[in-house]
């Protein structure tokens, strides 16, 4: 078989795991950290650094070709899985992962994770390993047949070959106004996330979220290149729900009133309510949808929270319960099944935006445009971290790089011919 030996190595996040609930309770940032007692199990404080584990195939040639778990910013909340414990995915995939993956075709992408991936003790792995092993084995396909991750994943999903590049949404951390005006600066197609996660942020009524949005719009007039007009993405984590209230028509007359303050621009609200489940969640998100279509809103809304799995991403985009569905690679487990993701909501008509967290890699990254870009996303996340510089440059470079040798492809394609 092509894998000869599996490695493990202990790495970090680009970012933080953070405890949402004890966030949303009212816990005080103190500089970088937050002061309080954390809530969410497994968390020792509310903020701690973001751990992975990179796993490496040894290919029969010598080659190691490696893939990154990990969990998302926010583990334990909105149905999302537990915060990562090294030790713990360390040793069920030394037990469990590494015998499958000695013992299949590498070359053969979707059946070699089906058979490494499958369920143990009647349960799915850790959504984690799932992420981290089924990139290692799409960079061991694409290396056995000495092409691109994106072109593998072409092959096995009988797509063409792409020509275009995915647009490329930013996220701002806490440093708002300094990241805005990079991303303006870098003429980034969607900005700026802002990480409304609290109620200072998002003021009595909304008024100091709505102030923001006006303040974006207007820096990226006064600063933007001629003719730069980008996206603008608030992420609200439900606090149009906790403030306005839970009734969808009034979460759609908020909606409406911000989308109005800025009429030139398309605006996209992700996550702005919580209503307890995921069938609570697709029943109220699609009476918003509905009322916004209706009103021939410009706003969109974008699902995150309640949405994790390739399941949970079918329910919302069959039920029209988003304008856009962020498809959170780790929380949807093996990076196949963020392919899948994109192709299902395509077929449904909504939008496709691969995602992730801040908390993501290089690696994870990278794997990620070329889902992306093979897939035809309608955007994707600049990650890992909150740097905008860092995310941007390895997203939008490796975007770049895969472009240039698929045009190549074709270009040597099209001269045998």
């Not at 369920?119 to 084995?137: C, K, T």
Request: proline residues 4%; negative net charge.
């Amino acid at each position: 078989m092509q894998i000869k030996d599996v490695l493990l190595a202990p790495g970090n996040g680009a970012f933080f795991y953070d405890d949402q609930e004890a966030i949303k309770s009212g816990a005080i940032q103190n500089g970088f950290i937050y002061v309080g007692a954390p809530t969410t199990p497994g968390f020792k404080s509310i903020r701690i650094p973001a751990s992975s584990l990179s796993v490496g195939l040894v290919l029969s040639d010598g080659t190691v070709v490696w893939g990154d778990m990990m969990n998302v910013q926010y583990s334990g909340a909105g149905g999302r899985g537990p915060l990562f414990d090294t030790n713990q995915i360390s040793d069920l995939t030394s037990r469990v992962v590494v015998p499958r993956l000695l013992d299949v075709d590498a070359s053969r992408y979707l059946d070699a994770c089906a058979k490494v991936l499958e369920l143990h003790e009647h349960e799915r792995l850790p959504l984690a390993i799932e992420y981290g092993v089924s990139q290692a084995l799409l960079r061991a396909a694409a290396h056995l047949h000495r092409t691109t991750m994106a072109e593998i994943v072409c092959s096995e999903f009988n797509l063409p070959l792409p020509t275009l590049r995915v647009p490329i949404y930013c996220q701002s951390g806490d440093a708002r106004e300094i990241s805005v005006d990079k991303m303006i600066l870098k003429s980034v197609d969607v900005l700026p996330h802002g990480l409304i996660n609290s109620r200072q942020k998002f003021g009595v009524d909304g008024k100091l979220f709505m102030e923001f949005v006006k303040w974006v719009a207007t820096r990226t007039r006064q600063i933007g290149r001629p003719r730069y007009h980008p996206v603008l993405h608030f992420d609200v984590y439900g606090w149009i729900g906790q403030e306005i209230g839970l009734e969808p028509q009034r979460i759609a007359d908020f909606i409406c009133k911000v989308a109005d303050t800025v009429p030139d621009f398309t605006l996209n609200i992700e996550f702005p309510a919580d209503f307890g489940s995921t069938q609570a969640q697709i029943e109220n998100y699609a009476k918003i949808v509905s009322i916004l279509d209706n009103r021939g809103s410009g706003a969109r809304i974008v699902v995150d929270e309640r949405c994790n799995t390739l399941e949970d991403i079918r329910l919302f985009a069959e039920a029209k319960a988003a304008h856009l569905v962020q498809i959170k690679t780790p929380d949807v487990g093996s990076i196949a099944d963020t392919a899948r993701a994109v192709l299902l909501c395509k077929a449904n008509k909504v939008g496709a935006y691969v995602g992730g967290s801040c908390t993501e890699t290089d690696l994870s990254a990278q794997a990620s445009v070329h889902v992306s870009v093979a897939t035809r996303a309608d955007m994707m996340l600049a990650k890992p971290g909150m740097g905008v510089d860092e995310a941007f440059s390895i997203v939008g470079n490796e975007q770049n790089r895969l472009l240039a040798m698929l045009s190549r492809r074709r270009a040597q394609t099209e001269n045998v011919g």
